[in-house]
Nanobody
Framework: QVQLVESGGGLVQPGGSLRLSCVVS????????MAWFRQAPGKEREFVSA????????DYAGAVKGRFTISRVNFKNTLYLQMNRLQPEDTAVYYC???????????????????WGQGTQVTVSS
């Protein structure tokens, strides 16, 4: 059974940075395309960023492009999201997700992902 566990969330002031991590167990990370999604209170889950199985292709939502960087270290079974210049509108629960794939894909729809973590809260406030 594949399990995903996020960490690294917290409270940060506007303009600050956080790095989220997602550790995968029960499977080998290099068999999966991975992504980060987020969900703010009262809103639908939205795409943040995705990366293909080997880390050669990444995709970002327009709202985070240039501020967030997704990366992966397959031998550590870990996915990362470096978030810089955080803004209050980035406040949400952040989820990592995985789908079995060895292709050059970076899906941006929640429905395309099979495995999900429990989420980590990110709050940007002064």
């Amino acid at each position: 059974q594949v399990q995903l566990v996020e960490s690294g969330g917290g409270l940060v002031q506007p303009g600050g940075s956080l790095r989220l991590s997602c550790v995968v167990s029960g499977g080998t990370l290099n068999n999966y395309a991975m992504a980060w999604f987020r969900q703010a209170p009262g809103k639908e889950r939205e795409f943040v960023s995705a990366i293909n199985w080997i880390g050669s292709t990444a995709d970002y939502a327009g709202a985070v492009k240039g501020r967030f960087t997704i990366s992966r270290v397959n031998f550590k079974n870990t996915l990362y999201l470096q978030m810089n210049r955080l803004q209050p509108e980035d406040t949400a629960v952040y989820y990592c997700a995985a789908v079995y794939s060895s292709g050059d894909i970076t899906p941006d729809s929640p429905a395309q992902y099979r495995y999900w973590g429990q989420g980590t809260q990110v709050t940007v406030s002064s």
